[in-house]
């Protein structure tokens, strides 16, 4: 799939549209996630946020987010001096950012469909003092404008989605990675042996411009790549708690209403999955 195809256009359009938009709003730290959060204790955490003020229930929101993101840096391994990251599908550069300020050697490139995002993720890192290490362009993870074994790490948070072929994203990544490379999915997954599966996958592909995947494609589309599966993660529990809590906010986003039964109910599940390349 190449630069022109009416489907990234449309992915595209969609997050060149979203601009001061709810993801925007949650992050006073400029540090925009464009995915689900976690929450731990959902009782205490909807108590809690039932009493904050509107602006600390965002904060709350957001640092659920960014437990999310810290939680799945830990299957990338600790990177050696001099590693570099591949961030497909960067958003507006969140976990790049994050992750270099984490990692002082690490070096990161991003890539997103959306020209905007790229745009927005460079000021943010020139904000940061990171656009040194951190770069951002606009391309596809299907067709990367990298040479083969340019990458140790891929980190590909809720992007997988928006991709049809998935195959061709397994095999594009490998093509990029070094031999011993780890990859990190966490991808919102259809349950493919809950009958409302379909139903709410096809709610959420309308709404977010998705294909949302069975787990068994994830794990037969990485066959023949390289990639093999080290092991998977179900965070479906914690980040049904974060969508009912986003539920409760003011400034919701809409979505809620399927999403939140969606994940509680199991018929999507929230799964990290971890690959290393073995060439
Ligand atoms: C839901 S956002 C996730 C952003 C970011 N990973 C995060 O966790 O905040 C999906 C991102 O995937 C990107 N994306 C989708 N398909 C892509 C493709 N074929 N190539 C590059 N980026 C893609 C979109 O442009 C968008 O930035």
Not at 17 to 34: E, T, V, Y
Not at 59 to 78: C, N, P, Q, V
Not at 133 to 160: I, Q, Y
Not at 224 to 246: E, F, I, M, Q
Request: with cysteine; aromatic share 10%.
């Amino acid at each position: 799939m190449r630069a022109g195809d009416p489907w990234l256009a449309k992915v595209a359009a969609l997050y060149d549209s979203k601009r001061r938009d709810f993801n925007w709003r949650l992050a006073p730290d400029g540090i925009i996630h464009h995915h689900n959060g976690l929450v731990a204790d959902r009782a205490s955490f909807l108590r809690r946020l039932a009493k904050a003020s509107p602006g600390g229930a965002e904060r709350m929101i957001h640092d659920s987010e960014t437990a999310l993101a810290k939680l799945g840096f830990r299957y990338l391994g600790r990177p050696r001096p001099g590693a570099s990251l591949l961030d497909a599908g960067c958003g507006r550069g969140g976990s790049s950012l994050l992750l270099a300020g984490r990692h002082p050697g690490l070096t990161v490139r991003g890539v997103t469909l959306s020209g905007y995002q790229a745009s927005a993720a460079r000021s943010a890192a020139r904000a940061r003092g990171l656009s040194g290490r951190v770069r951002f362009s606009k391309a596809s993870m299907l067709d990367l404008p990298f040479g083969r074994g340019s990458f140790d790490l891929v980190w590909a948070c809720e992007s997988t989605e928006h991709v049809p072929d998935l195959p061709a994203f397994f095999l594009e990544t490998a093509r990029v990675a070094r031999p011993g490379a780890r990859l990190v999915v966490i991808a919102w997954t259809r349950n493919s042996a809950h009958r409302l599966g379909r139903r709410y996958a096809a709610l959420a592909d309308k709404a977010y411009v998705t294909r949302i995947h069975s787990g068994e494609e994830y794990l037969k589309g990485a066959a023949g790549s390289g990639w093999r599966l080290r092991l998977t993660r179900d965070l479906t529990g914690p980040t049904a708690a974060y969508w009912a809590a986003r539920a409760a906010l003011k400034s919701a986003s809409g979505t809620e209403s399927f999403m939140a039964p969606a994940f509680a109910g199991r018929a999507l599940l929230y799964i990290l999955y971890s690959y290393e390349l073995q060439r």
